[in-house]
Structures are given as C-alpha cells and as structure tokens.
C-alpha cells in the first residue's frame, strides 16, 4: 500500500509560479511512474506530466515550456515545478503512482491562477 499526500497548492496571479509536491510512503517508490493529473470543474481528469521510474518525462502540449516534473527517490518525493502559470490552470491537482496493475491517487490540491 502506498498512501501520496500532495502539498503546495494556493492561489497565484497569471505569470506566477507554483510548486506542488507529492510525498509517498512505502520501500519501492523507485519502480513506481510518478504523475501530476488535473481535473478542473465540468472537465475530464487530465495527465500533465509523468516521470518513470528511469527519470524519462513527459508532458502534455499545454505545459511544455512551463512545466517541470522532478522526483527524489531517496525522500520518496516528486516534484510539480509550475511557472508561467495561466487562468486555464485552474484546477485540483492529483499525485499519482503507477507500477504494472497497480496505482495509488492522492486526495488532490486545488491550484487556482486568478488576478
């Protein structure tokens, strides 16, 4: 069982930045593909970026440039960099751990871009 508990969310004006972070528990944070999803209301939930367990990233179109995902396998930690940040932002962020059949969710932190 692995329980992910994110942090960092708030309320930042367009053009500012943000930082979320995702801490695990458990030994084999390693194996797991780390990611950030977003679900903003009315919408289906979203990948923004992933990292796997090999440090290869990836990231959807709208944050490319903007967006760096980072983890640190020794504090069991994973890291959501946000600059540039946009209205359409706007949303609850998710850490989520994935390895074969299994993943685990966070409960979400809420990360509003309003002036």
């Known amino acids: 069982q692995v329980q992910l508990v994110e942090s960092g969310g708030g309320l930042v004006q367009p053009g500012g930045s943000l930082r979320l972070s995702c801490a695990a528990s458990?030994?084999?944070?390693?194996?797991?593909?780390m990611g950030w999803y977003r679900q903003a209301p009315g919408k289906q939930r979203e990948l923004v970026a992933i990292?796997?367990?090999?440090?290869?990233?990836n990231y959807v179109d709208s944050v490319k440039g903007r967006f760096t995902i980072s983890r640190d396998n020794v504090k069991n930690t994973m890291s959501l960099q946000m600059n540039s940040l946009k209205p359409e932002d706007t949303a609850v962020y998710y850490c989520?751990?994935?390895?074969?059949?299994?993943?685990?969710w966070g409960q979400g932190t809420q990360v509003t871009v309003s002036s």
């Open positions: 989520n751990a994935h390895y074969g059949n299994t993943e685990y």
């Open positions: 990292i796997d367990s090999g440090d290869r990233t």
């Open positions: 458990g030994s084999m944070f390693r194996l797991y593909s």
